[in-house]
């Protein structure tokens, strides 16, 4: 079986593959601007493929040239390939997708093609650049990988991109022994295909990098699937089945090692008004404008999480009634500082934040959102805008000391008349 039988294969085989992940990319909605690139990998190695068809009847351009013009639209197509990577999973940009690359592998594989007639050393070339690029962004994908799904997943999700540069390699090395010892009788003389060998190692890569790409797609796709199952529809919050779970684990976690948790139930005052003067639309966007702004000011430690009606839940692991009084105020101050714009018009928002501690894990889980959840209606009922902790917390003289404490001593003393 020659070599125009594979490099047919591999024409045909990332056509259809180029139609698949047009098709597919709309319905997944993973990340169109990945699947876009996809496909324009599986286009230009297609491509790549009928330049050399194209070729082998055309004697107005030498035929290393042919050759080195079809693995130069390969390496475009590994370039795509890469910047689909970075954005499907985030990735910061790096050198190798640079947009000057390509012209400097073209220019220095046509420079070669000029100096091997034969084509082998832009061969020996493509290998090369091939591996350097895909393992330079694999290296770069494996951390934030790894932190999505785990290092056991994310290694077998990249084991089909190690298997292509093991079989690149494996093409590097015989072509690099041909380049020494001389073409075979059946490889000698100026010709457009790769050696059949060098087609399979193309069509063998081509398939395991695809195959790779469905591995990381359908990692994506679970990451997506769990974070739909433990996030709020309309905030993007932790959901109430999550945040329940979540403080149940916290309470047992406490029992073994005391340690402060405050809850707080921020209530937004304009919420209700929204909904009944602009509509539902207008009251969901304030929440989600508020969800934003909380958001940001998060530590790695705290938990914000959506309930009915309006309420976020921000629970607040280590910290006692004064110092979630503080986040309270900052928070606060954050919503007041940037206003809600709707339809053009500024809205200034203002939050009315209930408290409720516990220091152990005598306090049920239920009881800590109801106390918190009164202390909220409370603030609310006498003017919003305002923080209060509830009355069973065994904290709140202490933190009542130490807001008197504040207050006296951002008072400037009186002048004596």
Known sequence: MNAQVWVQALTLASSLAALGWALTGGPLRISKRASRHFVGFNALVAAGSLTWWAGSGQAFMPLAYWLTLGLVMVLAALQWLCVGLHRLHDIKASYVVS???????????????????????????????????????VQQGFPSMSAQAGKKVARWALAPFFAAVVVWLVGMGRTAWTLVAGPSEAESGLQVLPAWADAISLLLGWALVNGGLVCLVMMKLVDKIRDLSTEDDLTGAMNMRTFMALLKDERERIRRVPLAQTLLVCEIDQYHALNKQLG????????????????????????????????????????????ATLVAERTQASVKANPFLWKGQAINLTLSIGLSSREDGTVPDETLIELANQAAQRARREGGARIRLSNMDPAAQELAFASTVAMRAATPPSESP
């Open 280 to 323: 539902f639309s207008a009251g969901d966007a304030a929440l989600r404008h508020v969800t934003g702004i909380i958001g940001r000011g998060l530590r790695k430690t705290d938990r914000l999480a959506a309930a009915m009606q309006g309420e976020l839940l921000l629970f607040l692991t280590g910290t006692p009634a004064v110092g």
């Open 99 to 137: 947009p000057l690359m390509l012209p400097f592998l073209a220019v220095l594989m046509a420079v070669i093609a000029w100096l091997d007639a034969g084509g082998y050393g832009a061969l020996l070339a493509s290998y090369s650049a091939s591996m350097w690029m895909l393992g330079v962004t």
